[in-house]
């Protein structure tokens, strides 16, 4: 059938996240050509090669081509920039936002989000010490049910540091506790040796008081100086938008990607070509998404680092000249493969298939209404065309 | 049309087709006059293709197709179920049993179920008349 | 890598399948060494636990794709064969096999070891009564008898009620096993649900430590649970026995730690949730490859989760920790990546 069309070993890497660094870095080490691109600041970790192109604070509005020929185009300072690459990672990340009203509590000298305790133990010592020196410190997890693994990986660490650094008394407050990552249980057994104590509750009973806060539950009641409670993530404001331009599905939840088993860990998405890593389709905390990142990039390198890819054993064909353009293929595609497109040397529009986006599924053809797609390469008895 | 003499299974290679080759590891065998017809996923299924396959004097068509949620083009399990529904009502009109059209959600790890529909729908619609 | 370097993937699971292919993939020579005589380790024996047309997401069917995969790949499979000793040879190993083709040492860069895990064996958990009463079975033992019979294979059994008991052999310091097992939780929610959907008379019970119900799937897994109407308790029983009413049953008492109350109660069937343990060849692999251990026994990693102390071998899936298939996919494809870079660096 077709030969192997050549590609470049060109990636783009979309988003600011610690794993979108992760991935560039070893896209690097792998010898690609790297555009980090991301619509906030880059983080400037040092990673600086001649292969590394950086576009911070800037604007994906369209996305054109296919795997091994995609077009992506940008706003950046003003202009308008056209970058190509042969595949791309989307690595965006999430974002964190305090779920006041799922915890029916506001956020006051009493009251503490994790991150704002971590902002203030990286100040200056002593400062940074002195607000949490031998105080009693009430974490509490789990309220609602919803159970971020970035959020509680956070909280074991500052559980930590609390203890360790300021001698502060802490009480980790949880529903169900969450060790279902490699190594995780032997982190809560540490905790519990540096002298945090764990407290199971039911439904536990908050009350924020003048110069005290204290919780019900089960066993009894602890009183504390300080409440800290986990922050929530969701997906990024403008995982929709992207996701449109990219013509890749959310999942019912927001994410990137689909809930489907042969995709999720995979870091597959719908469209060859097109992957993500990390925290924008996974519940994980910082170092599993780098992990993440890590994975994606042997998938990319299995892809391209050939230099050349092939279409599948069996894809679809469009008949240029049976094709009433009613775009319903165009629609139906589910790895958004075909387009319609100006036919030169016969002259006519018509939809086209692009034979190495294509997965071979058949969907076009079967919803065709005029027969206009044939799957090439697919074998069916004699009788399917009828006696 | 036809002299009813097999069944068609109809079936996505990504869920059924690994089934069966499973099943055919361990020494299984399609039962006579079971014709297997492999299909890259079930959104490639036509409703055409049921038609042809009674037309060809199918007894019984069984279309096989992912579970929901686990195809790898998403929406073709989904759509093989609604090409069989239509073809059902088709059939109904025109008087044909409608259960001599199946359609089944399958995984790649349910060789046994595969073994037992197939089985039992050859039973049903093929044994009788050989026996 | 244009020298096209040699890998030797160890174990023929969704690890080293999934390793030995993009490995493959990536123009390296990859030799795949399982002592079975089929492929497909730990994960053969896992069921479909979809419900009304709906996947579950357990990962159960991500083996059948690399077993099909596997064999068109340029990837040599040698079945029957393990490994009898190692050498270091050149920077690289000389690896001797024992079994049923080669009898020549193979030559490698690098070693991917994908050994899997040995269930937990709940024999060992005499109190509740596993391999004496007839209505005490395992996790795994379900998962089993669901793929070999079918979906319906505890549809006319009578069952009225059953239980199953979490962390049986996990999260339990004393026993050697201080670590949780990632996967009992998530199968026996689903579980529960496919006999659930099958049953809507049957009366389940999850007794639990903590519901591990992190990841994007598993909230809605856990939630659906509840609203199908599976009780889920927060305690475990320490013994299990024979109902004196009705032989054929089982009864424990339980500490309802959340209701504040002790109940004791019947059950026609209990479902030990067994975790993972390292493979009981274990110590003799890491052994052969000059690795370590951890305090439980899985092979020892740094912090990557990949790399042991003797570069150029590397550890894959659940001989490192217990993991789901997914996850032990994905960790495997960790794993090639550190092995590919490792080449690369080699070849400089």
Known sequence: ????????????????????ARAVKELLALGYKVLWVSGDELPSNGL????????????????????????SHFLHQGQRLALSTSAIIV????????????????LSSLVWTTSQVKEQLKKPLPQSVLAFRDKRILLLLDWSGETSKELVSESFSLAGELCERCRSEVYFFYRDLTVDSPGWEQRTRELRDKGVVFCRYGEPEVTVGEAAVSI?????????????????????????ELAEILQVRLGEDGYFQELNIRKYRAGLSARKGIFFAGRCHMDCDASEAESDALQVVAAVDALL????????????????SKCIRCLTCVRTCPHAAVQVVEYEDMDVVAARVDELACWGCGACASNCPVQAIEMVGQEMPAWVQGV | ???HQKIVVMACKHSAGEALRELQREGWALPDGVEWVELPCGGSLDELHILRAFEAGAAAVLVLACYHGACRSLDGSRWAEKRVQAIQEMLAEIGIEQDRLEFRNIAPTMPADLASWVEALHRRVLAPAGE | MREHPSVIVVGGGIAGLTAALNLAERGAHVTLVERDSVLGGNARTVCCKAIAGECQLCGGCLLGERLELIVSSPVELLLETSVARVERDNGGFLVYLEGAEKSSPLRAQAVILATGFDHVDAHTKGPYGYGILPSVTTGEEMERKI?????????????????????????????????????????????????????????ITIFKMDIQNSGRDFQKTWQAAQEEGIRIVAGLPAVIRRSSEEPRRATFVYDDILAGQIVQEDFDLVVLSVGMQPRRDAEQVAELFGINQDRYGFFAVGDDLISTIVPGVFVAGTCQAPRSMAEAAAHAQQAAEACYRYLQELAL
């Open chain 2, 1 to 3: 049309m036809g002299d």
């Open chain 1, 91 to 106: 690595a965006t990340g999430n974002e964190r936002y305090f779920p006041a009203e799922r915890y029916g509590l506001e």
């Open chain 1, 1 to 20: 059938m077709s030969q192997a069309t050549p590609v470049a070993k060109q990636v783009l890497v979309l988003g600011a996240s610690s794993e979108a």
């Open chain 1, 305 to 320: 680092g050939q230099g050349a890819l092939e279409p599948e054993e069996v894809i679809a064909y469009v008949d240029p």
């Open chain 3, 147 to 203: 793929k070999e019979e079918g979906q319906g294979a505890y549809d006319a059994l009578g069952l009225h009620k059953v239980a199953f008991i979490q962390c049986v052999g996990s999260r339990d310091e004393h026993v050697g096993r201080g670590y949780c097992s990632q996967v009992c939780c998530r199968y026996a929610l689903r579980l529960a649900r496919l006999l659930k959907a099958r049953q809507p008379e049957l009366e």
């Open chain 1, 48 to 71: 600086d090669s001649p292969a590394l192109a950086k576009y911070a604070n800037c604007r994906l509005y369209a996305l054109e081509g296919h795997v091994g020929r995609f077009v």
């Open chain 1, 216 to 240: 019900s539950y089960l066993e009894g009641t602890v009183e504390g100086d300080l409440l800290v409670l986990p922050e929530a993530v969701r997906p990024r404001g403008d995982t929709a």
